[in-house]
């Protein structure tokens, strides 16, 4: 079983930044799968954000293209989202994933596997 742990969320105001990580356990090959973040606000549903493959390939949502940026250190077992010129349509709880594949396909927030407890993310115009 795979345990993911979400960090990092907080307050703060459009144009400003934040840098979420996520730590994994409960497996010795993490480096195997590929992660991502997805993203659920208040009555939304859960929306992909940016996910990182085995073999590090990323991938972005168009709504943070450009603004977003996800990375993973496999010796610490640890995957990162940085986040800059946050809008006030980025609020929203944030999850680190995974489908438990080396590469995570269009459809990968409906096929996760684990998913962690999730950080807030508030964006205040």
């Known amino acids: 079983q795979v345990h993911l742990v979400e960090s990092g969320g907080g307050s703060v105001q459009a144009g400003g930044s934040l840098r979420l990580s996520c730590t994994t356990s409960?497996?010795?090959?993490?480096?195997?799968?590929?992660l991502g973040w997805f993203r659920q606000a208040p009555g939304k549903e859960r929306e992909g954000v940016a996910t990182?493959?085995?073999?590090?390939?990323?991938r972005y949502a168009d709504s943070v293209k450009g603004r977003f940026t996800v990375s993973r250190d496999n010796a610490k077992n640890t995957l990162y989202l940085q986040m800059n010129s946050l809008l006030p349509e980025d609020t929203a709880m944030y999850y680190c994933?995974?489908?438990?594949?080396?590469?995570?396909?269009?459809?990968?927030?409906?096929?996760?596997?684990?998913w962690g407890q999730g950080t807030q993310v508030a964006v205040s115009s």
């Open positions: 409960g497996y010795s090959y993490t480096s195997d799968y590929c």
């Open positions: 994933a995974t489908p438990l594949t080396s590469r995570c396909g269009r459809a990968w927030v409906g096929a996760a596997a684990y």
């Open positions: 990182i493959d085995s073999d590090g390939t990323t």
